[in-house]
């Protein structure tokens, strides 16, 4: 009986070395967490990138506010901080274009001044980041708005105009409920009426499910996976009443698995972002430490 306990757990570990052995190795990944989902203080979300061996971090608000709302004092310590625990910025967010689209009227043109001085802010940080990626947005569905073959052409024509600005950077464009590109399927439209080889999408599934889409592998399919600069990953499950909720990964029903493939076998070689959402009663650091750990098993899959 002894005997045959030693081979089974000798067979045991040749199986998970072999695991091992065939799994990706997490550097390859590029995996990085939004900060501020860690902690809103930037040393405590970089020891916690370090604690579990990631080299890569998304900034979106810096000690509290948007980074783009913080002075250039703070993006230099912030910068140093990073550098100091050999952290890299894989994407600057933004809330630009993150608004209503603005009528062209007095009014709308001095709100899209604001548009316009708020993307030279962005690029202004990114670069001290050390990053050329800026996460934006294709503007905001207004109460009982819905959207129309002028918005987009609107917003197609703003986004070039953008691109144009932004030269010497990566335009990100994040789908998002709520907005005028939120699935896969208008992110791909995006991309085939928005030629400049700046503009892409930090594509994120789980805002496509959000919004009434099967992400992957539907969404997903509608896009060049050339032009995706960044991935938000996490997980979500419908309610009885059809309502999404975010959830830790691993307890909802998107297929973090299957869509980090799928970007594998299509090339992709650029970076993640653990962006959970989901809040247990405990606090944010344990609910991106719990999401964590899950979608770290689901790297060893892959």
Not at 72 to 82: C, D, G, P, Q, V
Not at 137 to 155: D, H, N, W
Request: proline residues 4%; contains cysteine; charged residues 25%.
């Amino acid at each position: 009986m002894a005997h045959t306990r030693r081979e089974v757990l000798a067979g045991s570990l040749l199986a998970l070395c072999a695991r091992r052995l065939r799994s990706v190795p997490l550097a390859a990944i590029q995996l990085g967490v939004t900060t501020d989902e860690i902690d809103d203080d930037l040393l405590t979300a970089v020891r916690f990138l370090k604690q579990y061996g990631l080299s890569w971090a998304e900034v979106r608000n810096l000690w509290g506010p948007y980074h783009t709302e913080q002075p250039m004092e703070k993006i230099r310590e912030a910068r140093s901080i990073f550098d100091e625990h050999g952290i890299r910025v894989s994407v600057a967010d933004t809330g630009f274009f993150k608004v209503p689209l603005p009528p062209d009227t007095p009014v709308g043109r001095q709100r899209l001044e604001e548009q316009w001085a708020l993307l030279s802010r962005s690029m202004e940080r990114a670069k001290a980041f050390g990053t050329d990626r800026i996460r934006v947005f294709t503007f905001m569905l207004g109460p009982g708005e819905s959207t129309s073959e002028q918005s987009y052409a609107r917003i197609y024509e703003l986004l070039g105009e953008a691109a144009r600005r932004a030269k010497g950077f990566r335009l990100a464009v994040e789908n998002i409920g709520g907005g005028h590109v939120a699935t896969g399927a208008q992110a791909g439209d995006l991309l085939k009426r928005v030629k400049d080889g700046n503009v892409g999408i930090a594509w994120d599934p789980n805002n496509a499910g959000q919004s009434g889409e099967r992400a992957f592998p539907g969404g997903y399919r509608a896009l060049d996976p050339a032009r995706i600069f960044h991935v938000h990953l996490r997980d979500y499950k419908k309610q009885p009443d059809g309502k999404v909720v975010w959830t830790a990964v691993g307890q909802g029903e998107f297929d973090n698995l299957g869509q980090i493939r799928a970007l594998r076998q299509d090339g992709y070689q650029g970076t993640y972002t653990l962006e959970t959402h989901w809040r247990d009663p405990k606090g944010k650091l344990y609910s991106t430490e719990t999401s964590l750990q899950a979608l770290l098993k689901v790297i060893e899959q892959v």
